[in-house]
């Protein structure tokens, strides 16, 4: 280990960045390096800095991929948010089909409800799901679970798609995603077809049972009525 020689102090009128430099030796030498470096060759001292690489582009470029993905789930009427296993044996036996019946979730998450509806009740299930992130998960859970080709996830936006043929529908979204749905409901959905929604209700529609899960929160039960009061 060499001796240390007395670095030069900062001089007035440098860098504000640079205070606190003084203190130590170390500190101070590190600090006229970089200070030199910086007068010679701006850039490629503010890139060494900063140190780029390709990790620290891949974290860059990670953490704006899920900003953005962030934001725009912010935009939806319903963000993700599971269901407990035990609420979806409810959800589906208050919709009490016949076995090869056609279920939909609209909103299917990470298709948890798809794969419970082929095991527990040998339905066939389609899951519409927006985000594509999930759309992968629910993929991969039916694939893998064997659920595949009797339960099936569409992606894309379950407002614009056709859900004619649906002997049942699950929801779990929110308010303002009930209220839509509703007059989609009616114009899509054979009469007398049952629709279950865990914790909203359907706005202006009459449940025909209410039931509660295991934490306490409703599970409505509706069925299509295609009346005058419902149809205008
Ligand atoms: C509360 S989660 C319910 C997930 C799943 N049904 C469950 O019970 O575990 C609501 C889901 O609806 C999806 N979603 C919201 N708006 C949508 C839209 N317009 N079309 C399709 N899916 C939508 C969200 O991405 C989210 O995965």
């Given at each position: 280990m060499g001796e240390w020689t007395k670095p030069p102090v900062l001089k007035t009128g440098?860098?504000?960045?640079?205070?606190?430099?003084?203190?130590h030796p170390l500190r101070q030498q590190l600090a006229t390096i970089l200070l030199t470096d910086l007068e010679q060759n701006p850039l490629s001292s503010f890139l060494e800095v900063i140190t780029i690489s390709p990790l620290s582009i891949g974290l860059a470029v990670g953490v704006i991929f899920f900003l953005v993905w962030l934001s725009w789930n912010l935009t939806l009427d319903a963000w993700w948010q599971p269901t407990g296993q035990r609420t979806i044996i409810t959800m589906l036996e208050l919709l009490d089909l016949e076995p090869g019946d056609l279920v939909y979730d609209?909103?299917?998450?990470?298709?948890r409800t798809l794969t419970a509806a082929v095991s527990d009740f040998d339905l066939r299930a389609v899951g519409i799901e927006i985000d594509p992130l999930r759309v992968v998960f629910s993929w991969l859970r039916v694939i893998l679970s064997g659920a595949y080709p009797r339960a099936r996830v569409s992606p894309g936006d379950m407002y614009k798609k056709d859900i004619s043929g649906a002997n049942g529908v699950l929801i779990f979204l929110s308010g303002d995603a009930n209220e839509k749905l509703a007059q989609k409901f009616l114009q899509e959905l054979d009469q007398g077809t049952r629709i279950v929604s865990y914790y909203h209700e359907l706005p202006g529609w009459k449940p025909l049972k209410k039931e509660s899960n295991d934490q306490g929160h409703p599970v409505y039960l509706y069925e299509v009525e295609k009346n005058e009061q419902y149809s205008q």
């Amino acid at each position: 280990m060499g001796e240390w020689t007395k670095p030069p102090v900062l001089k007035t009128g440098e860098p504000s960045w640079l205070r606190g430099f003084e203190s130590h030796p170390l500190r101070q030498q590190l600090a006229t390096i970089l200070l030199t470096d910086l007068e010679q060759n701006p850039l490629s001292s503010f890139l060494e800095v900063i140190t780029i690489s390709p990790l620290s582009i891949g974290l860059a470029v990670g953490v704006i991929f899920f900003l953005v993905w962030l934001s725009w789930n912010l935009t939806l009427d319903a963000w993700w948010q599971p269901t407990g296993q035990r609420t979806i044996i409810t959800m589906l036996e208050l919709l009490d089909l016949e076995p090869g019946d056609l279920v939909y979730d609209l909103g299917c998450g990470d298709g948890r409800t798809l794969t419970a509806a082929v095991s527990d009740f040998d339905l066939r299930a389609v899951g519409i799901e927006i985000d594509p992130l999930r759309v992968v998960f629910s993929w991969l859970r039916v694939i893998l679970s064997g659920a595949y080709p009797r339960a099936r996830v569409s992606p894309g936006d379950m407002y614009k798609k056709d859900i004619s043929g649906a002997n049942g529908v699950l929801i779990f979204l929110s308010g303002d995603a009930n209220e839509k749905l509703a007059q989609k409901f009616l114009q899509e959905l054979d009469q007398g077809t049952r629709i279950v929604s865990y914790y909203h209700e359907l706005p202006g529609w009459k449940p025909l049972k209410k039931e509660s899960n295991d934490q306490g929160h409703p599970v409505y039960l509706y069925e299509v009525e295609k009346n005058e009061q419902y149809s205008q």
